[in-house]
């Protein structure tokens, strides 16, 4: 059933020992809940503090800066898990002995909580998953399993190795992982054709909080429905994913058209905020900008002839000739929107290196409304100043405004012309650059607010933001009437059903971080959707 895979890897984090200082129960939970792993986990798999491999360990997918300061919490252990044996015993001997398990694939999360923790007090563990990493592409089916430890794009690589004409719509960054990213939604440039990631999973295999493997027919739909979309961490450890893909020519079409102020680009943005989301669905037309200037960059799944007529239909003013045009395989269109390339190998999509030390911290929005030319003109302002970051502007429209918002638990669905991503990354390490950075964020974030989604102002979880808020207990157990705050502007109507599942599948809230859904017993399940 699973594919068996590498190595699984599990991480525990302490804050720098002193958290165990306190009470008997607390320095003694790290030693029994280790004597209870070695019970089924290899010694050479679990990375303590006092092992000469734990730093290598714990920063091997670290990708945000912003959590490597000194005072950040760190694990009690590090526990690099070979099967799915290894990740039921780290879940049963947690429960057990009070250590919480957060779980890591590919450690991208925008607030770093797949491997720290805001409380300086929780003892937990970090359940590294980077050994999931097998990949089976089944063509003449259309469908892959694929581990949650492997990257997009190792997913990409294998399946255009399989089949120019398959493909698997997910997002741009080819060293963020299937874990957290389908656990989330999945949001990339084949998503006007064919939706998200999760909407395109059609089995999983998890360790739930009893420690269990299920899979979709012993999970139920209830289940299955929450972990596409729901955020990770707050039902189960997915290990594996069963994905359906989907088909495109063998050749698509590329282009990346930079436009400055000077070249009109505030009047093209606000006119691409209506055109993009009604484009035919074969098309996908992002705008990116950054230091300045503005990309206006496309997919498409036809030729360079048709493309240059639809944009001279309806886009007219964006002024594309056919010399702006490359053709090429799709999994090469995966290249280009990680590289800004087509000239690289196939095989940069296999680099699993964390090269890019840098600090990041982003947001999102979505517009529903066009901004008005004026809103874009104090932008752009901001946009000048050497602390911003850059605007990621997703057309919505074609598959994604076609199905309910219930039918996954992403729900920004109909009604949005784009997501917009706010997202800053930097590489001074100090304080006041770290705090200019932020408040650039932010400021532009408060002052966006009129002109965005509202009641709730409707964000994306993949792109974490914890100034959203953060979980607090009640009794012993997250308070779910707290995390309404957060909750319903990543999932508007469907939080309260995650609520229902997570009380179905986690009662006791074992699987719990900063944004995890809360348990709400009293909620009735729509079972089946
Ligand atoms: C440079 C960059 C580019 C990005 N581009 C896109 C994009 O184009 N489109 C898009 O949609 N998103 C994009 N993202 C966001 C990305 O989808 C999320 O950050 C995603 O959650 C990362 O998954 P991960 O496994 O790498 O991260 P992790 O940090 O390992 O995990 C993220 C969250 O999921 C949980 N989790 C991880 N694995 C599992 C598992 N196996 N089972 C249960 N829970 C799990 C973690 O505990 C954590 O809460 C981008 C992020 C970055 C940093
Ligand atoms: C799901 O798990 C059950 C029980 O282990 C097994 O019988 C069934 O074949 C599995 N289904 C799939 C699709 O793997
Ligand atoms: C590629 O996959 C499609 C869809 O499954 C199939 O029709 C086609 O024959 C495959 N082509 C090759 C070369 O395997
Ligand atoms: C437009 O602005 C760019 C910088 O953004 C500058 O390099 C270029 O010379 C300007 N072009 C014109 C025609 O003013
Ligand atoms: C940033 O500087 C602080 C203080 O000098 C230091 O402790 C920290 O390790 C540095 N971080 C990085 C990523 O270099
Ligand atoms: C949580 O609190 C409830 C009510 O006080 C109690 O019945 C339950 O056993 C507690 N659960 C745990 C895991 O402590």
């Keep these: 059933m699973a594919p068996n895979t590498g190595i699984l890897g599990l ?60 005072d950040t919490p760190r694990p009690l252990a590090i526990v690099a898990a070979a099967e799915p044996k290894h990740v039921q015993a780290t879940v049963r001997c947690g429960r057990r002995h009070g250590v919480r398990v957060r779980t890591r694939s590919g450690g991208h999360d925008y607030e770093g909580i797949s491997y720290t923790s805001l409380d300086h007090h929780e003892r937990f563990a970090v359940l590294d998953l980077a050994a999931f990493r097998s990949i089976r592409v089944d063509a003449p089916r259309a469908e892959a399993w ?73 999970m139920g739909e209830d289940y299955f429905w929450a972990i596409r979309g729901g955020g990770g961490e707050s039902f189960g450890v997915v290990l594996a994913w069963k994905l359906h893909l989907v088909r495109v020519p063998e050749t698509v079409t590329l282009f990346s058209i ?36 503005a990309y206006f960059v496309a997919l498409f799944l036809g030729s360079c002839g048709r493309l240059h007529r639809l944009i001279r239909t309806r886009f007219p003013d964006l002024g594309m000739t056919q010399q702006d045009c490359e053709e ?8 280009f929107f990680a590289f800004d390339s087509t000239a690289m190998p196939l095989e940069v999509l296999l680099q699993r290196g964390n090269k890019r030390q840098s600090y990041v911290k982003a947001k999102s929005d979505h517009v529903q409304v066009p901004m008005p030319r004026q809103v ?131 009662p006791e809230d074992f699987f719990r971080n900063e944004q995890s859904i809360p348990p709400l017993p009293t909620a009735t399940l729509w079972s089946p959707i």
């Excluded at 993009?276 to 950054?290: A, E, F, G, I």
């Excluded at 090429?328 to 290249?335: D, L």
Aim: glycine share 8%.
């Design 11 to 70: 991480v525990l984090w302490t804050s720098r020992g002193d958290a165990l200082s306190g009470s008997k129960t607390s320095s003694a939970a790290p030693d029994v809940f280790l004597s209870c792993l070695a019970v089924d986990i290899p010694h050479r798999l679990v990375h303590t503090p006092a092992s000469s491999s734990y730093a290598e360990h714990l920063f091997s997918s670290i990708r945000n800066l912003r959590f490597v300061a000194p």
């Design 146 to 218: 694929a581990g949650s430890g492997a990257t997009l794009g190792e997913l990409y690589f294998a399946i255009g190795a399989a089949n120019r004409t398959l493909a698997f719509p997910a997002g741009s960054c080819p060293t963020v992982c299937l874990g957290g990213h389908l656990s989330g939604g999945g949001f990339g440039a084949l998503a006007r054709k064919y939706g998200l990631s999760a909407d395109n999973v059609v089995d999983a295999v998890v360790v739930d909080a009893d420690g269990r493997l299920q899979n979709r027919s012993t």
């Design 258 to 293: 930079r436009r400055s102020r000077n070249q009109s680009a505030i009047d093209l943005i606000t006119r691409w905020q209506e055109i993009s989301p009604v484009l035919p669905w074969d098309l996908y037309l992002r705008v990116v900008v950054d230091k300045q200037q």
């Design 328 to 335: 090429v395989s799709w999994v090469q269109s995966t290249v």
């Design 376 to 506: 874009w003109e104090s932008t752009w302002a901001r946009l000048e100043r050497p602390e911003a970051a850059s605007l990621m502007l997703e057309p919505y429209g074609g598959f994604m405004g076609s199905i309910s918002s219930s039918v996954t638990p992403f729900p920004h669905r109909k009604g949005n012309l784009y997501q917009l991503q706010y997202y800053s990354e930097w590489f001074e390490n100090g304080s006041a650059t770290l705090k200019k950075r932020m408040k650039w964020v932010r400021d532009l974030y408060k002052e966006l607010e009129p002109y965005v989604s509202k009641n709730p102002r409707a964000v994306y979880v993949n792109y974490r933001d914890l100034d959203l808020g953060t979980n607090k207990l009640e009794g012993n157990v997250t308070s779910y009437a707290n995390a309404r705050a957060w909750g319903e502007k990543y999932f508007k109507g469907n939080f309260e059903r995650l609520a229902a599942v997570k009380a179905m599948v986690d």
